[in-house]
């Protein structure tokens, strides 16, 4: 069980606005620069290279370095699951008037957005639900399993299974299946190594494409057939609802 202390570090760290700003950037799993961090954060290339070393030093981030360039990126799994969880807590908390202004921008996060390295908003939970009433994917409030017919399904839709089944079989690494509460949903996504080869395809098959700038993705004309014909969802254009069937 982590200590006091280091619980108040990490709180301490990510509560700053500036340091906030950095972690949501990159909250879609991407490595950005120092200085693509601190336009983010509204700050100095020097500030942010303070607040970039005091996270790495937390272990909140790590570094790559390729050539003269230095990318950070989020640690690990479970500081976007921390991040998430911090979202959903601080939008159930947030005053009703405020809920009702939603721009674009926020509108397109609630349709449809990576979370870490797996889809999330109205499509990522959306699919988990579809998974779950197929029998391909059954969720508790803390684990996941992928059945059988999960794997048989993944592989009809061109999914590469393979290190999906080994991670099924492994006892250690990443977990291969677990729910994600959905800051905009309040109800789960899929998460896991699961998660992130689902959302890989959709990209690869371009069935989604990222918005620069922002963790909202966009389901292409391709992908609306896709998820209407594999899962039974369908997004509602004019609202953003999801439909199924």
Avoid at 29 to 54: C, D, F, I, N, Y
Avoid at 124 to 145: C, F, P, R, S, W
Avoid at 165 to 186: F, K, Q
């Amino acid at each position: 069980m982590a200590s006091q202390a280091m619980f108040a570090e990490i709180a301490a760290l990510s509560g700053d606005p500036a340091r906030a700003s950095m972690l949501h950037a990159l909250l879609d799993g991407r490595a950005l620069t120092a200085t693509e961090l601190a336009k983010a954060a509204g700050v100095t290339a020097q500030t942010a290279s303070g607040h970039l070393g005091r996270l790495t030093a937390a272990g909140l981030l790590s570094v790559e370095k390729q050539g003269r360039h230095r990318y950070h990126r989020l640690a690990s799994a479970s500081v976007a699951r921390m991040l998430e969880s911090i979202m959903a807590v601080a939008a159930e908390l947030q005053p009703d008037r405020a809920r009702l202004s939603v721009g674009p921008k926020d509108a397109a996060l609630r349709r449809a957005r990576t979370c870490y390295d797996h889809l999330a908003g109205r499509l990522g939970v959306g699919l988990a639900d579809a998974m779950i009433a197929q029998g391909h994917v059954e969720l508790t409030n803390d684990a996941g399993i992928l059945t059988d017919p999960g794997i048989a399904f993944l592989r009809d839709i061109g999914v590469d299974v393979a290190p999906i089944m080994a991670r099924r079989t492994s006892r250690s690494g990443r977990v291969l299946c677990r729910p994600c509460l959905d800051w905009s949903e309040r109800r789960p996504h899929l998460a896991g190594a699961l998660g992130a080869a689902l959302c890989a395809h959709c990209f690869d098959q371009g069935w989604t494409r990222r918005l620069v700038g922002t963790r909202a993705v966009v389901v292409t004309p391709k992908g609306e057939r896709a998820f209407r014909s594999s899962f039974g969802v369908a997004l509602d254009d004019r609202g953003g609802e999801v439909r199924r069937g």
